[in-house]
Structure formats: structure tokens, C-alpha cells
């Protein structure tokens, strides 16, 4: 009774099994950043680490896409679905009432089933929807860093397009000014007419450039708006400036790969996905036979005034089953074994893409850094210092002004560059952290 008692108690029990809060605690536990306990379909719901008036950092655009971007809040209400799946685990058959009203000369009668199948077969059913909902659990935790390192590269992207727009606008200048020196010297002889296309030509070139400068702005900025859920699509944000993003303690290759290993949600789900579907072949076995205990009632009339009473004075239990003999849920439980199977191949395939997605990260990390120092340390220097002596060149009436014009026109293709350089530190970083499911940078 105490164990028919417990039962009935977690059939009745309305809680969610897994919620947006446990999901958030895992995301927060690796990256700083929550999600929002409740939401509205179509409202914009600002973070309380946001401040808008003095810019959007890139942890405020994490927090803001966490918050609503639509299709992760769409992906998160699969939580609901698989709680309540559990909740349907756990609900206990009601008992069947047959009842037949006295007619003539028979008597009434009725039957109540019991369907104790359950007893043995409920375990396994629970455990299996409890290991689902924890799989779409963790799941939803992968699909929130994936979230995050894709803002994050939106950011990065806005932020490198908003850079090489105002440098392509220096060297757009930089070369107009060019091309009027280029004409002033055409009219008084001291170059081709030869000379002079060419610099008009290049001219047109810088123009066309910071037009698709442009173009490439407004690209980046409405790519970032739908992944932070911000509408209007072309809504402007302005950006806080930042610098190239590096790791905190870098560690060896093989101990990322046993980050990955260890916090990669992914592969988590991916275990728990086994654990899963053998739940489930455990139940869909344990279904071969359907058994139900019956109790019948039925009033014999023994004459007097008794035979007038209506309520039951016999009654015996029983029982019936279902006899496996041609239907042994063999279809179930082949899809079951196969589901098991699958699991198991795909645990090893995120592995697989795990490791990859490591090594690749790391080595990308490791080329961008080197060109980042490269360019930060040997040659941007070396062309500011161009630029300077040029200019006092110039002063001293050394030279025309076209030398110091060309010196600031590869001064600021080595700035671009630059910009191009640390944002690929900048993604490398973001891939690297998400390939291993931990903020592993300053």
C-alpha cells in the first residue's frame, strides 16, 4: 500500500522536471551570462547587466541574445515538452468500471480492472523520460553556447566592419588627394597624362571601396540585431571599442580536448542519450506481456425482503493477460534496439566533431595571435615611422607631398589589416571557448 501510495503521489505531481533555470545555471556556471526565467513571445526584455546608454559591449550582446533571440526562446520551450513527457511517464492507468444493469432474469453485475502492468513497467518508463528531458537539457545548454559564440562573432563583425569603413574613409581621402596632386602636376608637366589616369582610376577605386564599406556596415549591424532580437532589423547600435581578445593561461592542445571532454554539453547529451534509449529498451521489453487484476461484484438475490437490497453481496478477483503469442512488441523493441545503436554512433560522431573542432580552434588561435603580434610589434611601427619622416621631409621642402600621401596610404592598409588580424584573434577565441564549453579567455 505504502508503495501504491508513492505511486499515486509522483502520478499527481505537477512539477517541471527540467526548466529554463537549470538550464541557466549551466550556462551562467561556464559563462557569466543567465537567461530569463519567463518570456513573452514578442516582447524585448532587457538584462540587468545591460546599459545601453553608453554602448553595447560584447557581454552585453551575449546577455541580450540569450534574453531574445527568438529562435533559442522557440528551441527552450522544448523543455516544457519533455517535462511533459515525464509527467506522462509517471501517470498511473485509471482502473476500468464495466457495469451491467438487471434485466429480466440476470442479475447485476460488474466488473473494475486494474492494470498492474505498471508496477514493473513504470520504472522504466520514468527513467527513460527523466534521461530524455535531461538529454533535451543539456541540449538546450549547447544550443546557448552556440548562441554566445555566434554573437559574439556578430559583434566582432560589426565592429571590424565599422572599422575598415573609417579606414577605407581615411584612405579614400588619402587618395582623392592623391589624384588632385597627380592633376595639379599633369598641368604643369611633370608627369604623363599616363600617370595621372592611373591615380584617377585608383581614385574611383577608393570610392567604389567605401561604398561597399558601407553596404558591409549595414550587412554586419542587421545580422546582429536578429541575433540579439532586436527590432527593427536595421536599428543602430553603437558599439563599445575593444582589443584584441587573448587567453587568460594558455594550456596544452591535448588539455583542451579534456576540457571538451568534460564540459562540452553536447557530449553530454550525448551519453545521457544511451543511457536514454536503453531505458527504453528495457520498457518496450517489459511490455511484451499486459496483465490486469479484476474484480467482479454481482448481487444473487436470495429471496425476502433482502433480494430488494441493490449493492453487491458476492464478489470474486480474477485476472486477465494478454497472450504473447503473436504480438511480442517485437516492432518496439527493434526500434528501440536500433534507437540504442544510433545513440551510441552519435556519441562517438560529437566526439569525433569535438576533438576537431578543438584542434582547429587552438591552431587557428595560434596563427592569428603570431600574425597579430607580427603586424602589432614589426610593421605597423616601422610605417607610422614612414609616415613621420615623410612629413618632415616634406617641412624641410625636401620632397612634394605625394610620398608623404603614398607613406599615409600604407599606413592605413597596414591599420585594415590589423583590424582584420585581431578580429580573427577575436573569433578564434570565441570558437575555441565554445569547442571546449568554457570561458577560457580575460
Known amino acids: 500500500m505504502a508503495c501504491l501510495a508513492g505511486c499515486l503521489l509522483t502520478a499527481c505531481s505537477g512539477a517541471r522536471y527540467v526548466d529554463r533555470k537549470g538550464v541557466s545555471d549551466r550556462?551562467?556556471?561556464?559563462?557569466?551570462?543567465?537567461l530569463t526565467q519567463q518570456k513573452t513571445a514578442g516582447r524585448f526584455d532587457l538584462p540587468p547587466d545591460v546599459?545601453?546608454?553608453?554602448?553595447?559591449?560584447?557581454?552585453?550582446?551575449v546577455s541580450l541574445a540569450l534574453w531574445n533571440n527568438a529562435q533559442f526562446q522557440t528551441d527552450l520551450a522544448d523543455l516544457q515538452l519533455a517535462s511533459a513527457d515525464?509527467?506522462?511517464a509517471r501517470i498511473i492507468q485509471n482502473p476500468l468500471l464495466r457495469y451491467l444493469a438487471p434485466n429480466g432474469t440476470v442479475q447485476p453485475s460488474g466488473y473494475i480492472n486494474f492494470a498492474i502492468d505498471f508496477i514493473w513497467q513504470r520504472p522504466a518508463r520514468i527513467a527513460a523520460a527523466k534521461l530524455n528531458a535531461e538529454r533535451v537539457r543539456d541540449s538546450m545548454v549547447q544550443k546557448g553556447f552556440t548562441l554566445i559564440r555566434d554573437a559574439q562573432l556578430a559583434y566582432t563583425d560589426l565592429l571590424l566592419a565599422q572599422q575598415r569603413w573609417s579606414v577605407t574613409h581615411e584612405n579614400a581621402v588619402t587618395?582623392?588627394?592623391v589624384n588632385r596632386l597627380a592633376g595639379a602636376r599633369l598641368r604643369n608637366g611633370d608627369i604623363s597624362e599616363?600617370?595621372?589616369?592611373?591615380?584617377?582610376?585608383?581614385?574611383?577605386?577608393a570610392a567604389d571601396d567605401?561604398?561597399?564599406?558601407?553596404?558591409?556596415?549595414?550587412?554586419?549591424q542587421i545580422q546582429l540585431n536578429y541575433l540579439l532580437g532586436i527590432m527593427p532589423a536595421d536599428t543602430l547600435i553603437r558599439l563599445t571599442p575593444i582589443t584584441a581578445d587573448t587567453l587568460g593561461a594558455k594550456l596544452e592542445k591535448a588539455a583542451y580536448i579534456e576540457l571538451a571532454l568534460a564540459y562540452r554539453p553536447d557530449i553530454q547529451a550525448a551519453k545521457t542519450g544511451i543511457a536514454a534509449a536503453g531505458k527504453s529498451l528495457g520498457w518496450e521489453r517489459s511490455k511484451i506481456i499486459s496483465f490486469t487484476a479484476t474484480l467482479n461484484?454481482?448481487?444473487?438475490?436470495?429471496?425476502?425482503?433482502?433480494?430488494?437490497?441493490?449493492?453487491p453481496n458476492t464478489s470474486n478477483p480474477g485476472f486477465q493477460a494478454e497472450l504473447p503469442i503473436f504480438n511480442r512488441n517485437q516492432g518496439n523493441i527493434q526500434k528501440a534496439a536500433a534507437t540504442l545503436e544510433k545513440a551510441s554512433f552519435q556519441y562517438y560522431a560529437v566526439l569525433q566533431k569535438a576533438m576537431s573542432e578543438v584542434m582547429q580552434a587552438y591552431n587557428q588561435y595560434e596563427q592569428s595571435y603570431q600574425s597579430y603580434l607580427l603586424w602589432n610589434d614589426n610593421v605597423l611601427p616601422p610605417l607610422a615611422t614612414a609616415v613621420e619622416l615623410a612629413r618632415h621631409t616634406y617641412e624641410r621642402g625636401d620632397i612634394s607631398y605625394l610620398p608623404v600621401l603614398e607613406a599615409m596610404r600604407q599606413l592605413q592598409n597596414g591599420q585594415l589589416r590589423k583590424a582584420e588580424i585581431t578580429a580573427q584573434v577575436r573569433r578564434s577565441v570565441s570558437q575555441l571557448n565554445y569547442s571546449i564549453g568554457q570561458k577560457q579567455s580575460n
Open 27 to 34: 550556462v551562467a556556471a561556464n559563462t557569466g551570462h543567465t
Open 51 to 61: 546599459d545601453l546608454s553608453d554602448g553595447l559591449g560584447e557581454a552585453e550582446a
Open 86 to 88: 515525464v509527467t506522462t
Open 175 to 177: 587618395r582623392a588627394e
Open 194 to 205: 599616363l600617370e595621372a589616369a592611373t591615380t584617377k582610376a585608383d581614385s574611383a577605386s
Open 210 to 220: 567605401l561604398i561597399r564599406a558601407g553596404q558591409a556596415v549595414t550587412a554586419a
Open 297 to 311: 461484484f454481482q448481487y444473487l438475490s436470495n429471496g425476502g425482503e433482502s433480494g430488494k437490497n441493490w449493492l
